[in-house]
């Protein structure tokens, strides 16, 4: 079955400056790759995704990279605010099913 | 408001007791699924329905059973509660069984078995 692995577990940035969570996955018929943001109390919330026939995608100033070749993913958020603070899920679909990562919890200082 | 919601929010048990999860989804969703998330943070998916069929049945003790009356409901039981099934379980909806995309989840049920 598909495992994802996740790092780092926890990223402490100044505000304004970017943060990189990186992914790798084992399956490669995994062809979906969604990040999640979960804050305090509440479920996790889909903020981006990128399908195996794309690179690349950016939504603002969050974007996400995929190299299938070696089964990786990565989640850049740049110009990082407070509000950004949360722990950010990668996952991979395997024919319905997310396997996610363990988790970044992620911490922005003003 | 369209969304994935589950009851009770909080619930605080004793060992031993049998206790339900409701989760409904307003979305129109095909596919509805269970998730627990340890206290790790780790989230790991435990059941899947299709259309009130049963089409994921992760390596879960027999004492959770899901139950799906219709589309939009799926609820979870469980039986004879142990301390160590005190987690925060969502609920989560998909639009396409066998595709993941447009997976939405409640805002969970925090249990704490004492």
């Known amino acids: 079955g598909e495992n994802v692995e996740q790092h780092p577990s926890t990223l402490s940035v100044q505000e304004g400056d970017s943060a990189v969570i990186k992914c790798t996955y084992s399956d490669s018929a995994s062809n979906y790759f969604p990040w999640y943001k979960q804050e305090l109390g509440k479920g996790p919330q889909l903020i981006i995704d990128i399908r195996s026939n794309v690179g690349e995608k950016k939504d603002q100033r969050i974007a996400v990279t995929l190299n299938k070749t070696a089964k990786h993913f990565s989640l850049h958020i740049t110009e990082t605010q407070p509000e950004d603070s949360a722990v950010y899920f990668c996952?991979?679909?395997?024919?319905?099913?997310?396997?996610f990562g363990a988790g970044t919890q992620v911490v922005v200082t003003p | 408001d369209t969304a994935v919601s589950q009851t009770p929010k909080y619930l605080v048990t004793q060992m031993g007791n049998d206790k339900s999860i409701k989760c409904e989804q307003n979305l129109g969703h095909d596919t509805m699924y269970w998730y627990k998330q340890d206290s790790k943070k780790f989230l790991k998916i435990m059941f899947s329905?299709?259309?009130?069929?049963?089409?994921i049945n992760e390596t879960v003790p027999n004492r959770f059973s899901p139950k799906s009356p219709d589309k939009a409901h799926l609820n979870l039981h469980i039986n004879s509660l142990e301390l160590g099934d005190s987690a925060v379980y969502f609920c989560a909806s998909s639009q396409v069984t066998g595709r993941a995309d447009g997976y939405t989840f409640g805002s969970g049920t925090r249990l704490t078995v004492v």
């Open positions: 329905y299709n259309n009130k069929e049963l089409i």
């Open positions: 996952a991979a679909d395997s024919w319905g099913k997310l396997q």
